[in-house]
């Protein structure tokens, strides 16, 4: 529901609204006097009030109930009347005051900013859900960095992104972008911690032909391909102090020049700058420049690590393997210890760690179950039982056996119908034939790995103990 700013007066005593609203005007409001006949006409016409005051009239508490989301102030005469409607926010005395007053109107805005209403209000169902999407979590501090996201993208306002490595700081800044007006406008990122210093002016700005060696052409800078976009500095906090001084004048005057150019270019873009360092202790040390640093931290958001938010820790490893899903086609789940092992990590990575760790988790159980023993030693903190399978002494052996008689080539003496091995009328010494049948493969295969164990065991799909075993029961030995 979207209000129009309007105060609607309505009370009998002509006297009093005109009191009333000669305040209110005083202050910069815009009152109305209304009769409350003329109360639902007036919202269907010009929508939703701001606030509404009521004062003498008949049915008063009626009148403040019929419109729940709207906050009501009452005169004192009507107060006892009203005060149990839940949209009563405050009590207009008769010798009222401008401090009173803005008090008041302060209840108002609280009303409304408090408001529970669906999430996706402020925004079009879709730009909710890709917000939704992009910042995963039901915590506190996501929730706050969602509002503050709604709050400022609608304007023109220059964004400080502050928080630790890996909390997300770069997908604000672009949730910050597509909620915005410019989401039509590119969305420019620059790391300013990974160029030179010597390089970010040209970088930011761009060059003319001939303006250094090297520069054997015109470029255009980050600024230039931002136009009607944003411009996201990101590690603000390592730009060097003379490249500071140069972006300062160009958030004041919002005009740049090329290196080596003279010609003015308007810097139609907005700002968004994010680090992770403390500013604040920088412009201490001489580090950072105080008066940049008032005109980046116009609207601060504040990122939580992930330490702080550790409830939505099994949201986010499900998002995760959804675009691991989507973008890889792997199918990988981990178990609810596993994910309880998680959320008692310290990740001092954040985000990306997790990231990082499921894909790795991708790589070696690929469309795999992950439990709390699969998981890297450092990510185990929680005590499950581990499974360990047990088979069947020789149950490798028997395979192999198995697969060889199938073979009539293998069979001595045996024959084959209807791919059965029949055994001959005389019988015959099981025992024995496989014996040798067995010491016959062993040859082979240390033979072919010029007697290397380990890859004569690999040959016979056995272990490299089980191996050396054998060739000691059978007196295996490699001639000098």
């Known amino acids: 529901m979207q209000h129009n700013k309007t105060i609607y007066l309505i009370d009998e005593s002509d006297e009093r609204c005109q009191r009333l609203a000669s305040l209110f005007e005083f202050i910069g409001e815009r009152p109305r006097l209304l009769a409350a006949s003329q109360l639902e006409k007036q919202v269907k016409q010009n929508g939703f009030p701001f606030c509404m005051v009521v004062g003498a009239v008949p049915d008063a508490s009626a009148l403040a109930k019929k419109l729940p989301r709207v906050p009501v102030l ?39 900013r408090q408001r529970p209403t669906p999430a996706n209000s402020m925004l079009g169902e879709g730009h909710h859900l890709e917000l939704m999407r992009a910042l995963v979590g039901q915590s506190q501090g996501i929730e706050e960095v969602r509002t503050l996201i709604t ?11 502050l928080g630790e490595s890996g909390t997300g700081k770069e997908v604000t800044a672009r949730s910050i972008h597509e ?7 590119p969305f420019v990122p620059v790391n300013c911690g990974a160029i030179p210093g010597d390089l970010l002016e040209s970088e930011l700005f761009g060059h003319e032909k001939g303006a250094f060696t090297g520069a054997i052409s015109t470029r255009k800078g980050r600024f230039e391909m931002a136009q ?10 390592d730009m060097p102090m003379p490249m500071q001084v140069k972006l300062l004048r160009v958030l004041q005057e919002r005009v740049f020049e090329r290196v080596g150019g003279s010609r003015p270019i308007e810097a139609d873009v907005r700002i968004i700058a994010a680090t992770h360092r403390k500013l604040d202790n920088m412009i201490k040390h001489g580090q950072f420049r105080e008066d940049l640093y008032y ?35 792997l199918t990988l789940k981990f178990t609810d210890h596993a994910t309880a092992s998680l959320c008692q990590h310290h990740w001092p990575g954040n985000v990306r760690e997790l990231a990082n760790l499921i894909e790795r988790m991708s790589i070696t159980h690929p469309d795999g179950v992950v439990d709390v023993h699969d998981l890297p030693v450092k ?9 360990v399978a047990e088979y069947v002494d020789g149950l490798d052996e028997r395979d192999a056996l198995n697969a060889l008689f199938s073979d009539d080539s293998m069979n001595d003496g045996l024959s084959a119908q209807d791919g059965r091995t029949e055994l001959p009328a005389e019988g015959v010494d099981l025992k024995a034939l496989l014996g040798e049948l067995e010491v016959d493969l062993i ?5 072919q790995t010029e007697w290397v164990v380990a890859r004569a065991a690999e040959l016979l799909k056995m272990r490299r103990t089980t191996l050396v075993e054998k060739m000691r029961k059978y007196s295996l030995k490699r001639d000098e």
Not at 151 to 161: D, E, K, M, S
Not at 179 to 184: A, F, I, Q, T
Not at 443 to 447: H, R, S, V
């Open 74 to 112: 009452v005169t004192e005469e009507r107060a006892g009347a009203t005060l149990s409607s839940a949209n009563v926010v405050g009590q207009i005395s008769s010798c009222v005051n401008y401090s009173e007053l803005t008090q008041l109107l302060h209840y108002c805005h609280e009303y409304h």
């Open 151 to 161: 709050q400022v993208a609608t304007t023109q306002a220059n964004v400080l992104i």
């Open 179 to 185: 909620l915005s007006s410019r989401h039509e406008g």
């Open 228 to 237: 009607g976009g944003t411009l996201f500095l990101d590690e603000i906090g």
């Open 295 to 329: 005109r980046l931290n116009v609207f601060p958001v504040e990122m939580p690590s992930l330490r702080d938010r550790q409830e939505d820790i099994p949201l986010l490893v499900t998002e995760l393997l959804r675009r691991l899903h989507t973008n890889q086609g």
């Open 379 to 387: 990510y185990r903190h929680v005590d499950a039982p581990q499974f």
């Open 443 to 447: 040859e082979q295969a240390l033979d």
